[in-house]
């Protein structure tokens, strides 16, 4: 007998819905290559690690990333409309970088609306457009969240130093200090700031490291994997299929390593194991491919293919540039 009682015919909840999505999302991935849109690219600290998951202590001067040989310092800059100095930080620089590096790869050396490569120029035309790029709802407080962001980005300062090289018990570094932009020009609708934009230079050294050390990704994976509160699915998604695209050899990396690179929001070791071993979880759901080990020490990569198939992202380049 059927119950036709209220509790049987309500809507499905907010959890239902993350599960269909969740399976539709998988489905998908496992039954087609991404498409030219569905590429962007990410470098395992330019367009993750670098930016803090949370806003830093008051008071804090600086973050830092390395990876053995090349050390990124990140500082906050003045917002030009709060006159406050904040950190970028959450998904959305993150996504901002991606985009820019997927603008800079899908161009090459042509010029296009968004790209000028012999200039270094970005140019987002509106909000709106870059919103539904970024699959970011448009109004309301994502897209004031977005904006803020963006103006943080660019006002922001990056070094880059690097280990040169020793004589004797003498190490060199090199350093390079530098804005995340030479110049920048906003564009403030005060009417509507879906319609507000942007102009931008990027530094030689931000531009060429996203043109020449990013790698690409699935953004259906990447939507899953931000889905929820913690950026660390994501940034461990795009560092691995980053790695696995040069690793011949099995690598061994053990959770202090781990913790330094990956933990800045999570103190208490025993958590950030969780809660990476968690994020793995979530990871292999939309890349089964990555071979990753984990046990008491740390964790192995094995050789796995990328995230991407080569030939998904020469056709996706292809498309980009026109040939």
Request: aromatic share 8%; proline share 6%.
């Amino acid at each position: 007998m059927t119950n036709n009682s209220p509790d049987n015919t309500k809507p499905a909840t907010h959890s239902t819905d993350l599960v269909l999505d969740r399976v539709a999302t998988i489905s998908d991935i496992e039954n087609r290559l991404p498409d030219s849109k569905e590429i962007w690219y990410g470098h395992s600290i330019l367009t993750s690690t670098l930016f803090p998951a949370t806003p830093p202590a008051e008071g804090t001067d600086f973050v830092s990333k390395d990876n053995s040989t090349v050390e990124y310092i990140l500082e906050a800059g003045i917002d030009s409309l709060t006159r406050s100095r904040d950190f970028p930080y959450g998904k959305y620089p993150r996504l901002l970088m991606a985009w820019m590096a997927k603008q800079i790869r899908s161009a090459g050396t042509r010029k296009t609306p968004t790209v000028d490569p012999s200039q270094h120029t970005i140019t987002i035309p509106s909000m709106y457009q870059l919103s539904e790029e970024l699959g970011i709802p448009r109004g309301g407080q994502s897209s004031k969240r977005l904006q803020e962001q963006l103006r943080r980005l660019l006002y922001c300062h990056i070094s880059i130093r690097q280990k040169t090289g020793f004589a004797g018990n003498r190490d060199r570094f090199d350093s390079v200090n530098m804005q995340m932009v030479k110049a920048v020009s906003f564009l403030n609708d005060n009417n509507n700031q879906d319609f507000s934009g942007a102009k931008f230079i990027l530094t030689d050294e931000v531009w060429d490291r996203l043109a020449q050390e990013s790698a690409p990704f699935d953004t259906r994976a990447t939507n899953y994997l931000l889905s929820g509160k913690s950026v660390l699915p994501y940034d461990v998604y795009v560092w691995l299929t980053g790695t696995f695209r040069n690793l011949r050899h099995d690598l061994t990396l053990d959770w202090d390593w781990l913790h330094g690179r990956f933990g800045d929001s999570i103190k208490e070791r025993r958590v950030f194991k969780a809660k990476f071993r968690e994020a793995l979880k979530k990871i292999h759901d939309v890349y089964p491919a990555a071979n990753v080990e984990t046990n008491r020490e740390g964790i192995v990569l094995h050789p796995s293919p990328t995230s991407v198939p080569p030939k998904a992202e020469r056709r996706a380049l292809d498309e980009g540039r026109g040939d």
